[in-house]
Structures are given as structure tokens and as C-alpha cells.
């Protein structure tokens, strides 16, 4: 982390789990444990039918609430689909976009790209994620790998919005298996993807760029991971399900940096 630069973000995925009764009483327990005072930023991205709750529920606190998808359209005959307008107007802040499991269920670079454009049109903050399988490391093509995606992600975007980007590095393989990437291994891979937000939006746009850890991260290992320069916070799945869990991340966030 570097807050001197940048925004510490720790941001929950909660991907398909939890009822909109069950947010309620998560957000609940939650905001009974939240550190005081001002650490870091906090988000919790939640299934569609379950941001009313969350919204309501934090409406008081620093916690934003944030959507797992969205479409790139702005109205239309998109059945099952929703809009960026429609996640305003519910009180949304952040999207995450571009996560391996959507991709896995065939969404492409190019729809990421749209989607990066529309939510940031819409005022909303994109999560864009990126990250490599196991076969794709051992055959050492991380770097080409996650440079392409970023690239492909981020292309067209105009330089004064890129600062409202965050960037997340998943590695495929350490996504819910319990294998975290080492803090050299992610520190690796989020210095890199700094690199290439350098070469697209300078080098000032660069530093104040948040850049997160996706993958098994949990209350065990965060702290070393987020002590890590490049590593600017995280996007938690499986440990942002349990409040006390989360909370202990957002406190590990709260550690000395340079
Ligand atoms: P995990 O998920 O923390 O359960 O590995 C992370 C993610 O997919 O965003």
C-alpha cells in the first residue's frame, strides 16, 4: 500500500451467495464491528437483488455497496440484464467487471472494455479484474498475459478518468482453491499492471492508480500481502461472506506504510 498516492480499498465479492434477508442481517452484525475512524476505503459487492438491503442497511457508513456485473447498454431489450443507470439509482458505487468467472461464461475483453466505458460514464467506480490460469504461469506467459488484458480493458478510456479505475489481480488459480499467491508473487504481478497503467495514462495517473489482490485472500494472510508497495488492497470473496473475517482485513489494512 502506498497511502500517501492512493486509496486503500478493501472490497468484498460475494458472488452468488446470500439472500436479500441474509445481507440484511450480515450488514447488521457488520456494522457493529467496523473499526472507527477513517482507515480505508470499504466495499461490498453483492448479487443484484441484494444491493436494496445493503444500501439501506449502510447508509450511514463508509461502507459502499457495488454490483457484481452490468450491462453495457443503457436501456433496451436485454432481457435479464441491468443497467448502469438502474445500479445508480439503487445507490450503487462500484462494479466489478471482468472477473474470471465471467469470462469463464464467455464474456470478452471487448465487452469488458464497454462495460469499463459505461460504468465510468455512469459516475460509477469499475473493479476491472485480470489474472492468469495455472497453466498460463508455468508456461511463463504472465506477463504478456495480464499486459493484454489491461491493455484490451482499458483501451479508449480518456486519461482524465483513468484515476477512478481500479484494478484487480486475481491469478485464476488461487481463486477460491485456498493457494494465495505469495506477497512477491502478487507484488509481482500489481507492479507490472502499474507499469502498464504508466505507459497508458503516465506516470502520475500510475501512482495514484488502486491496484488490489484477489485470490484467497483472508484474515490470515492479508496483512503481509497488503504490505506489499503495489498491493493497494483487496477483492475478497469466500472471507468477506463472515463479518469478523472482513473486518479483520480492514484492520490489517491499517498497518505503517512507506
Ligand atoms: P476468493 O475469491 O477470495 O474466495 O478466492 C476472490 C474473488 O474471486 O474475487
Redesign the pocket.
Known amino acids: 500500500m502506498n497511502r500517501k498516492y492512493r486509496k486503500t480499498l478493501i472490497a468484498g ?1 460475494w ?1 452468488m451467495n446470500k439472500t436479500p434477508s441474509e445481507t440484511k442481517a450480515f450488514m447488521t452484525e457488520l456494522k457493529a464491528m467496523l473499526p472507527k475512524g477513517r482507515w480505508c476505503d470499504i466495499a461490498l459487492c453483492v448479487p443484484a437483488v441484494c444491493i436494496p438491503a445493503a444500501v439501506r442497511a449502510m447508509r450511514e457508513t463508509r461502507v459502499g455497496i457495488g454490483a457484481e456485473n452490468c450491462n453495457a447498454n443503457p436501456s433496451g431489450a436485454y432481457t435479464g440484464e441491468i443497467s448502469t443507470a438502474m445500479l445508480t439509482d439503487a445507490g450503487c458505487k462500484y462494479v ?1 467487471l471482468g ?3 465471467r469470462r469463464a461464461m464467455g464474456e470478452t475483453d471487448e465487452e469488458i472494455n464497454a462495460k469499463v466505458k459505461a460504468v465510468l460514464e455512469a459516475g460509477l467506480v469499475p473493479i476491472v ?1 485480470c489474472g492468469e490460469t495455472l497453466e498460463q504461469r508455468e508456461s511463463g506467459i504472465t506477463e504478456e498475459w495480464i499486459t493484454m488484458q489491461i491493455k484490451l480493458a482499458l483501451a479508449g478510456i480518456p486519461e482524465e478518468k483513468s484515476r477512478k479505475i481500479v484494478i ?1 489481480y ?1 491469478p485464476i488459480w ?5 493457494k494465495t499467491a505469495t506477497p512477491e508473487q502478487a507484488e509481482e504481478v500489481c507492479q507490472l499492471i502499474r507499469v502498464v497503467v504508466r505507459k497508458l495514462f503516465g506516470s502520475k495517473n500510475a501512482r495514484a492508480t488502486t491496484i488490489l489482490y ?5 484474515e490470515k494472510n492479508a496483512y503481509e500481502l497488503l504490505a506489499q508497495p503495489d498491493i493497494d488492497g483487496g ?6 461472506l463472515v463479518p469478523a473475517k472482513f473486518v479483520k482485513i480492514i484492520e490489517d489494512a491499517n498497518q505503517p506504510t512507506a
Request: charged fraction near 10%; aromatic fraction near 0%.
Open positions: 465479492n458472488k466489478i472477473h474470471s468467472e479484474c484487480a486475481e488461487a481463486i477460491g482453491t485456498g484477489g485470490g484467497s485472500m483472508n477483492l475478497i470473496g469466500g472471507a468477506s
